[in-house]
């Protein structure tokens, strides 16, 4: 199922969505080699060490414990950490600084009023030519909500109507519902969220916990 990626990152053989997104966003990300590679919001990184053996490798992340986030600096063997947060337009994120950037389970934290400033920052400190993925975590159903079906529009124009920006791959459906194809949490994590986050327990009633990939390289 993981094409031999899970072996490349150790210690993160768990079944449950995140391994999945781990291995999409690795899968792009592997065969780089002398590159700038930026992750942001890694916190305890599980693709950052793989990356690092052959790639220049940071991790911008405030280490505030924000969003479940480690609340203490994490530090990874040949990883650099930049204590800041992306959509601030700090200057100790210098404009066009990385060939890559990337996120798991992050981008669905920015609150929509703050969404175009994060994807800005995004962009300014990439490289001309630099490529950025996000694996995005929504909650998908046969019919979504308003929320998630704008949120999903939010996300698809981001990168499609602009002229700076190249889609990396095909562009999703513009009408998001779940389909059994689709990569989900198993119970028994959804039942560990029930502690962590309760005030999502009446949306996981009705909906799957899925994941969004988005991949753009700059003009």
Known sequence: MDAGLLSEIPGKLSFQLK?????????????????????????????????????????I?????????????????????????????DPILKDASFDVVFSVSVVEHVADPEFSA?????????KPGGVMYH?????????????????????????TERD???????????????TPDMASNPDHIMYGWKTISPSLNDLRQIAQSVSLLI?????
Not at 29 to 58: V, W
Not at 74 to 85: D, L
Not at 118 to 126: A, C, G, P, T, V
């Open 61 to 89: 992340e405030p280490f505030e414990g924000a969003d479940n986030g480690p609340k203490g600096e994490v530090r990874i063997t040949g990883v650099e950490n930049i204590r800041t947060t992306v959509g601030r337009f």
């Open 215 to 219: 991949g753009v390289r700059r003009c």
């Open 118 to 126: 994060f994807l800005e920052d995004n962009i300014r400190i990439l």
């Open 19 to 59: 391994t999945m997104q781990d291995l999409a966003v690795y899968s792009h990300l592997r065969d780089f080699r002398d590159m700038s590679i930026a992750e942001i919001g890694g916190g305890d990184s599980r693709i950052l060490p793989q990356l690092a053996k052959t790639n220049r490798c940071f991790n």
């Open 164 to 178: 700076d920006l190249l889609p990396v791959g095909a562009i999703g459906a513009s009408q998001p519902a779940f």
């Open 135 to 159: 694996a995005i975590d929504m909650y998908l159903s046969d019919s979504p909500t308003d929320f998630w079906r704008d949120r999903f529009e939010m996300y698809r124009k981001a990168v």
